[in-house]
């Protein structure tokens, strides 16, 4: 619970909290042989990186590692009521069966140590990372964690080898559908074998790879209704964790001048949401909530924090022209319709 700068309090549901393995020897302690003994990309090993350094400072151990810390920054300091717990594994390996055995890793971390933790569990929502360049090894993940009672969705990387509306990718939809589980595609850290972060090429520095490479999911969501996928599976749900909702309007807005001469061809039925942070515009100005209602923006976002990056932002920074009715929904209501999380009725009232 929050109090904003008009004095009302909020619930706030933080969508978007990354966690880690306290180093690679962790990781190994937890993979399986063949995989135990196979070498892989080091969290670190990002070709662009914050120059201040990519976390908040003040972390005992590795940032997003010890759930008694992430607790104690998020719940007691930050005013969270509930965390949606997002593994970042090690980016896209080029033998998949290692990329799904250091996703399954991760999985196994997160339910062990978060959410079936005595202390925080109940306050934990967990994200189970899947590869999508192995359908039979993500659906093995779906089965194994969909039905867990704090999980409420599948991670895939933003990065991908092809746009997530080709056929091949279709089963993994389906199943994720059928789990009522949402989808969420996020910025994967570590360097593995993914494409530049621009169709023209690589970047040259950090601040351009950070504006750039979030944009990325237009690619995949303009070729996912192309290819009818929503329409395809109509109760799929994604989220684009990265944010850029602020670019959806003028999307919508040029697939719908070519799109609907040809809806034959261009089906558009999708259900998407947006992780909403501290990089997504226009900010605080007077127009903010007027461009959060245009295209229906203000029922797809969520608060995202992005901890425990440096640019990990509090839920008071909402745009002061947000109406009370955009603000709940931003905090904590659109989250808590989609994952499912009840929020008593004497603080959702506040």
């Not at 942070?277 to 969520?302: C, N, Q, R």
Request: aromatic share 12%; glycine share 10%.
């Amino acid at each position: 619970m929050i109090e904003h700068r008009d004095g009302r309090r909020t619930p706030v549901i933080d969508a978007s909290v990354h966690i880690f393995f306290r180093s690679n020897a962790d990781l190994r302690g937890v993979l399986r042989e063949p995989f135990k003994s196979r070498g892989f990309p080091d969290y670190e090993m990002d070709w662009y990186g914050a120059p201040g350094g990519e976390y908040l400072h003040g972390s005992p151990g590795y940032p997003g590692s010890d759930p008694d810390v992430v607790a104690e920054q998020l719940f007691s300091e930050r005013g969270v009521d509930v965390a949606i717990l997002h593994p970042m594994t090690r980016g896209i390996m080029p033998d998949r069966h290692l990329g799904t055995a250091i996703a399954a890793a991760h999985n196994e971390m997160m339910v062990s140590r978060w959410l079936e933790s005595t202390a925080y569990g109940d306050r934990f929502r967990g994200t189970i990372r899947v590869n999508p360049d192995d359908i039979a090894g993500a659906l093995r993940e779906i089965d194994r964690w969909g039905t867990h009672p704090r999980v409420v969705q599948i991670g895939i990387p933003l990065q991908s080898r092809e746009l997530y509306g080709k056929p091949q990718y279709w089963p993994l939809w389906e199943a994720a559908a059928a789990a009522n589980l949402p989808v969420a595609v996020h910025i994967e850290t570590g360097e593995g074998v993914a494409f530049p972060v621009t169709p023209s090429g690589k970047t040259r520095t950090y601040e351009q790879y950070l504006a750039f490479m979030a944009l990325n999911y237009v690619y995949h969501l303009m070729n996912m209704i192309a290819e009818g996928v929503f329409e395809r599976t109509p109760s799929l749900k994604f989220v684009w964790a990265d944010g850029a909702a602020d670019l959806l309007t003028p999307f919508i807005w040029r697939m719908d001048c070519f799109g609907r001469p040809h809806l034959e061809q261009t089906p558009w039925a999708p259900h998407v949401y947006f992780v909403q942070g501290s990089l997504d515009g226009p900010g605080d100005t007077e127009f903010a909530g007027e461009w959060l209602g245009f295209t229906g923006k203000e029922d797809m976002v969520m608060f995202g924090s992005s901890y425990p990056h440096w640019h990990a932002v509090n839920a008071t920074a909402v745009p002061s022209a947000y109406s009370a009715e955009q603000r709940d929904k931003l905090c904590w209501r659109n989250a808590a319709e989609l994952y499912g999380i009840d929020i008593p009725a004497e603080l959702a009232a506040q």
